[in-house]
């Protein structure tokens, strides 16, 4: 597998899964809880980066990650249960998940260089998005959360684990 491809599946395995957390958030949380217009506004900026990735791994002949199903219930599982939390709950996940995406995106742009500037250009505009939604979050009281150092720490680990192992299955 090419070193794009690995990109490739991760990526579209993280925009993914970001979809799922929002969609978890979203569902407990409905339209009336504060943020609950940025959680979807979000929402729906992740799943135009997941429809980009979907089409470049079905043009490049790139299968998605197989672990597909468990990010799908992890994710989910995720946003509910830091939505159940409370509100800044639910941005200190933000938080913490964007933080890793912005030093997963960087080194993948490090790592490309020239070598594949309609890739580069996707992910660098992806992540310039993923800093904005953190900065959101964090405005939004993220540090403010129950825990937030162990929360967001716990998270951060699983979002570094989910990329390890996006990668390589």
Same mark, same amino acid.
């Given at each position: 597998?090419? /070193?794009? !491809? #690995?990109? =490739?599946?991760?990526?579209?395995?993280?925009?993914?899964?970001?979809?799922? $957390?929002?969609?978890?958030?979203? !569902?407990?949380?409905? /339209? #009336?809880?504060?943020?609950?217009?940025?959680?979807?506004?979000?929402?729906?900026?992740?799943? @135009?980066? #997941?429809?980009?990735?979907? *089409?470049?791994?079905?043009?490049? +002949?790139?299968?998605?990650?197989?672990?597909?199903?468990?990010?799908?219930?992890?994710?989910?599982?995720?946003?509910?249960?830091?939505?159940?939390?409370?509100?800044? +709950?639910?941005?200190?996940?933000? +938080?913490?998940?964007?933080?890793?995406?912005?030093?997963?995106?960087?080194?993948?742009?490090?790592? =490309?260089?020239?070598?594949?500037?309609?890739?580069?250009?996707?992910? #660098?505009?992806?992540?310039?998005?993923?800093? +904005?939604?953190?900065?959101?979050?964090? @405005? *939004?009281?993220?540090?403010? !959360?129950?825990?937030?150092?162990?929360?967001?720490?716990? $998270?951060?680990?699983?979002?570094?684990? *989910? $990329?390890?192992?996006?990668?390589? $299955?």
């Amino acid at each position: 597998m090419t /070193d794009t !491809a #690995r990109m =490739l599946r991760v990526d579209q395995a993280g925009e993914y899964g970001a979809t799922r $957390i929002y969609a978890g958030q979203l !569902a407990v949380m409905g /339209d #009336r809880a504060p943020h609950s217009g940025e959680i979807a506004h979000m929402a729906e900026q992740e799943a @135009a980066h #997941r429809a980009k990735f979907d *089409a470049l791994l079905a043009q490049r +002949a790139v299968r998605p990650t197989a672990l597909q199903p468990v990010w799908n219930v992890a994710g989910y599982a995720l946003g509910a249960a830091t939505a159940l939390m409370g509100p800044k +709950a639910a941005m200190a996940c933000t +938080a913490a998940i964007e933080t890793e995406i912005d030093r997963h995106y960087t080194e993948q742009l490090e790592e =490309l260089g020239d070598q594949d500037p309609e890739l580069a250009e996707m992910i #660098r505009e992806f992540r310039d998005d993923e800093r +904005a939604h953190k900065e959101a979050a964090l @405005a *939004a009281g993220a540090e403010q !959360a129950p825990a937030y150092p162990l929360l967001a720490g716990a $998270i951060r680990l699983g979002c570094r684990l *989910a $990329i390890r192992l996006s990668e390589r $299955i």
